[in-house]
């Protein structure tokens, strides 16, 4: 018998563990970099390699889902997990460096396979409105993750703790959610055809299919490419980059959490389309507000990217069921994907709007702030498109709201 309750607790704690190497590993760079003597660029590697791993995994794992079953899947994520984990703190084993780089693709392949066996496993489990509430409830633990994870860093940093007791705290989540995983029956795909490659991939040859896969790059960028950045933007503005951070996050979880009275008033395509709305005024408010008002920018942008990534999967599985696991793991892997691709595109667009506000004068942290809200202003475009296109999507629904 399938036990939902522990099923889903298990797939939160897996998550967790995602936004725990997310969080602590960006927090102990600094401390890295001092101890292995690596320079920005090989950082820049070792943080790659956790960005390559995750859509790698996501992609073969929607593939052989309704072979292996999302069980193998997760005993596969646990072995990397804990053999990521266990690399990181002995990279000597393979010469320091590269033994980072190993261990970082390690979790990143099962922070992938993560997605791509809980998110159709979920689906399977809980239908109609109730599917869509779990999915928010579940990828919530990804912002909320991240939030203790930064906070338990940097608390542990400053107590004077080196990076490897918070390497091992990445540990916990891992056991506790392989123990609620442990000799579990897993639900069987409901959706008649899905175990068919061909079927998939015949549903995600539909236009619906291939209109969200265009939109997911750029939700993807909307929600990751401001928060790569504001940071270091907001820090020159009389804002707290680590109070923002915790801002947004801790209000995405909180927006996941009771996100399914919205979904099932709204609908997906309703929620997409006024999350677009707010990212947009979010992002233009990071553009031109400083101090303060850098808070209520905070607000309007988590507001705004909170339901996107739960919502675009969960959209694939309720309107183009036949796309199966691999349908939705693409999904999550193109998103992915765009944020790696857009990233040095955006470090771009910043070293030309500080040559143009340098050229204008300007010095020091007046250039800096300057330049970094040029970069917001133009990355508004992303939302901008998204709301004329979710608009386009809703009408699309009103006439023919289901489509496989």
Known sequence: ???????????CFALITTAFSFSIRAGILPQLATDFSLTAEQLGFINSMWFLGFPIAMIVGGLVYHTVGPKKIMMIAFVCHALGILLTLYPQILGGYTGLLVSTFLIGIGNGCTEAACNPMIADAYSGSQMSKMLNRFHMWFPGGIVVGSLLSKFMTDAGLGWQPQIWLILVP????????????????????????GENLKAM????????????ALTAITEFGPQQWTGLIMSKSGASPMLILALVTGLMAVIRFFAGPIVEKLDQTGVLLGSAVLAAIGIYLFSTQTGGMAYVAAIFFAMGVALFWPNMVGFIAEKVPLSGA?????????????????????????????????????????????????TLST???FPAILIVAFTILYFWQKRKPAQA
């Open 1 to 11: 018998m399938v036990n939902q309750n522990r099923l889903f607790l298990g797939s």
């Open 174 to 197: 891992t056991i506790i959610y392989a123990y609620l995983f442990w000799g579990q029956e897993f639900p069987k795909p409901k959706t008649e055809g899905v175990t068919s490659i």
């Open 205 to 216: 040859a539909t236009p619906l299919y291939i209109f969200m896969f265009a939109c997911m």
């Open 326 to 374: 691999l349908g939705m793991s693409i999904i999550g892997g193109v998103g992915m994907f765009s944020t790696s691709i857009f990233q040095p595109i955006i470090g771009r667009w910043i070293d030309s709007a500080k040559a143009e506000k340098t050229a204008a004068g300007l010095t020091g942290d007046e250039m800096e702030l300057a330049a970094g809200q040029a």
């Open 379 to 381: 990355m508004v475009l």
